[in-house]
C-alpha cells in the first residue's frame, strides 16, 4: 500500500504519503481522490506557511468541509470571518463564497470534498511533486482563473443558499453520543450536508478490536489524529499513528482498536446514510471527553436494528464489558 489505488480500493497511507503538488505556495497532498473512492469522496491535506491561502470562491455543487490540523487559520465564510485553530472545524455547503489565509508558519488542513469535482483544483492548478513540503520564501498567492471544475472564484461568485448553513465549530464542539468508553462527536451529521456525508471523531483510552464488518453503500475513512490504533483491512493489519490513513470502499472488510492511552481520530464516511448506527448504538453525552469507567455498550440495539443499517457482520460482538 502506501500509494493512491487509481481505483476504488482499500488503502492504507502513511503521513505525509499521498498524491502530491505545489499550489498556491502549499502542498496539497490527496488522501483520496474521486478514482480512489468510486467518485464518493475527496480529501486533501494543505500545507504551508504563514500568509500562504486560497482566495475567495464557491461551488455550485460541491460540499466541502474543512477541520485544521495545525497551527491557525483565518477563514472567510459566507459573511463571516473566522480564526480556526487545531480541531475546529467548517461546513461549506454549495453556494457559500470562502477563502482562507494561513496564520503560522506551518498550518496545515485536511479539507474535503462530496458531490462535485472542485476537489480536483490542486492538480489542476498545482505542479504534480515528489517532494514532501511546500517551498522556502514567501508563498505566491494563487491567481484567481477560469476552471472547468465546479468552482468560481471571486465573492460575488456566491450564490444564494437554500440548503443547510455553513458553519464553523470550535475544537470539542457538535454534538456528542457515548457508548462504552468510546466519544463520538458529530462534525456534521446528515441534516448538515444533505445527506451526502457524515463527519465525526473517536475519542477514548485503549480498546479492544471492535468486531470485524463492512459496509455495502458508504465508503469509510480513517485519519489517526492523536494517540494510536490499529487497524484491520482487507486481508492487512496495519498500525496507525497521527497523520496515518485508511479508505475502506463499500464490500472491504475492516476493523480497529485503539492501542494508546489517548486516542483520537477522525471519521469521514460518504454518502452519510450510516448515521443511525451511531444513534441506535450510543446514548446522548454532554461531556467532553470519556468517563473514567465505561458506560454500557448496547450492540444489543444495533443487533436489532441490523437488518435497517449499512452494517454486515463478520464477527459476534464480544459481551458487553
Ligand atoms: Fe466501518
Excluded at 464488518?213 to 494517540?227: A, D, M, P, V
Aim: hydrophobic letters at 35%.
Amino acid at each position: 500500500m502506501n500509494r493512491l489505488p487509481g481505483e476504488k480500493r482499500a488503502y492504507f497511507l502513511k503521513a505525509g504519503e499521498g498524491a502530491r503538488y505545489r499550489v498556491a505556495g502549499q502542498l496539497a497532498t490527496y488522501l483520496a481522490r474521486a478514482g480512489d473512492t468510486g467518485g464518493l469522496l475527496e480529501v486533501v491535506v494543505l500545507a504551508g506557511g504563514k500568509g500562504a491561502g486560497f482566495p475567495l470562491h464557491s461551488h455550485r455543487r460541491t460540499r466541502e468541509a474543512m477541520v485544521v490540523l495545525e497551527g491557525s487559520v483565518e477563514l472567510w465564510l459566507g459573511a463571516r470571518k473566522y480564526r480556526m485553530s487545531a480541531g475546529d472545524f467548517a461546513n461549506v455547503p454549495p453556494g457559500t463564497a470562502h477563502g482562507y489565509a494561513m496564520q503560522s508558519h506551518r498550518t496545515r488542513i485536511l479539507s474535503w470534498t462530496v458531490d462535485g469535482d472542485a476537489g480536483g483544483i490542486y492538480a489542476e492548478a498545482g505542479e504534480p511533486t515528489e517532494g514532501y513540503s511546500y517551498l522556502p520564501g514567501p508563498p505566491a498567492p494563487l491567481e484567481p482563473r477560469q476552471s472547468s471544475l465546479d468552482i468560481a472564484f471571486g465573492a460575488d461568485a456566491a450564490i444564494a443558499p437554500g440548503g443547510p448553513a455553513p458553519y464553523v465549530l470550535e475544537s470539542g464542539e457538535g454534538e456528542r453520543l457515548i457508548t462504552g468508553d468510546s466519544l463520538f462527536t458529530f462534525l456534521a451529521d446528515q441534516s448538515h450536508t444533505g445527506g451526502s456525508f457524515i463527519a465525526l471523531t473517536t475519542q477514548g483510552p485503549k480498546s479492544e478490536r471492535i468486531p470485524k464488518h463492512f459496509h455495502e453503500k458508504h465508503t469509510e475513512t480513517f485519519l489517526c489524529l492523536q494517540g494510536a490504533m490499529t487497524m484491520w483491512i482487507g486481508d492487512e493489519e496495519v498500525a496507525l499513528a497521527p497523520g496515518d490513513f485508511v479508505h475502506a470502499p463499500p464490500g472491504a472488510i475492516h476493523a480497529y482498536r485503539t492501542d494508546a492511552p489517548y486516542t483520537n481520530f477522525m471519521g469521514i464516511l460518504a454518502p452519510g446514510l450510516f448515521e443511525p448506527f451511531f444513534r441506535t448504538l450510543c446514548d446522548p453525552y454532554d461531556d467532553y471527553i470519556y468517563p473514567p469507567q465505561p458506560l454500557p455498550v448496547r450492540f444489543d440495539r444495533v443487533i436489532a436494528r441490523l437488518p435497517e443499517l449499512d452494517l454486515k457482520l463478520v464477527e459476534r460482538p464480544g459481551p458487553p464489558r
